[in-house]
């Protein structure tokens, strides 16, 4: 489902005096249909940066991300913008730490979202997302209110709502248990694994070990990062 070859990514620290940062190089990675690929390395080594990159949020330096989108390889790397929003839009479902979400939209309204985008009539998504929120312990007297002031936790769980409300053939998951007590824990695992039966394709970062053992068929290791500094300009080096 999705296949990295060669792919390398790095940043430049402009009000840094040009530092550069080597994230990773030269990375290659297969991920087929009905499993679950753990990236795994110390922090900062690049597991996010390395996500965030196969949902096309980061272009790399080097190498392909091609996917496979409606039975056609795709090479996100290259894509067109348009072509990227359609495959985000039926092919890759991407759970982020973290809600960022519009204020005042009521958490049914968030968690429907991307299934009324994809085509789903909207009294079979709704009724979808009452069933993930139950699942995922969000009463239903919050599920009309707009989550800004929720708990990091409740909010997690919305955000994890809406990243499973599709069933994508890809999904991307970033830490999608750390805030979560024992019990919601348990019911990710659930939807990992319901998600892997179907036969998506998860890349995930977990840093519990109790959700990594659950869900995870084999560990993808990171390497450690490379810090180089780069020649300043002339500009730069007039003003130091």
């Known amino acids: ?22 994230v990773f190089d030269d990375i290659s990675l297969e991920v087929w249909a009905g499993e679950c690929i753990c990236l795994h390395g110390s ?30 390889p795709i090479d996100l790397v ?3 913008p348009w072509e990227v929003v359609e495959v985000r839009r039926r092919t890759i479902g991407y759970v982020s730490q973290f809600l960022r979400v519009i204020p005042r939209v009521s958490t049914l309204d968030i968690v429907t979202e991307p299934a009324i985008a994809s085509g789903v009539p909207s009294e079979t998504a709704y009724a979808s997302a009452r069933i993930l929120l139950s699942r995922l312990r969000i009463p239903d007297r919050l599920w ?12 997690q769980r919305v ?17 999608p248990t750390a805030s979560l007590d024992a ?14 039966a179907r036969g998506a394709a998860v890349v995930g970062i977990f840093h ?4 990594r053992e659950a869900v995870a ?13 780069c020649r300043c300009n002339s500009a730069t080096e007039a003003a130091a």
């Open 1 to 22: 489902m999705v296949h990295v070859k060669g792919l390398s990514k790095g940043f430049t620290l402009h009000t840094q005096g040009g530092a550069a940062i080597d």
């Open 43 to 72: 922090s900062g080594a690049g597991k996010s940066t390395l996500l965030r990159s196969l949902y096309a949020n980061y272009k790399p330096d080097a190498g392909h991300i091609v996917v496979q989108h409606g039975g056609e």
């Open 78 to 80: 290259s894509a067109e």
């Open 144 to 155: 009309s209110l707009a989550p800004a002031t929720f708990s990091g936790g409740e909010q």
């Open 159 to 175: 955000n994890i709502a809406r990243g499973f409300m599709v069933d994508y053939p890809v999904l991307l998951l970033d830490e």
């Open 183 to 196: 019990a919601n824990r348990q019911s990710v695992i659930e939807l990992i694994n319901e998600a892997k």
């Open 208 to 211: 519990d070990e109790e959700v």
């Open 217 to 229: 068929n084999r560990l993808f290791e990171v390497g450690r990062p490379a810090v180089r500094k």
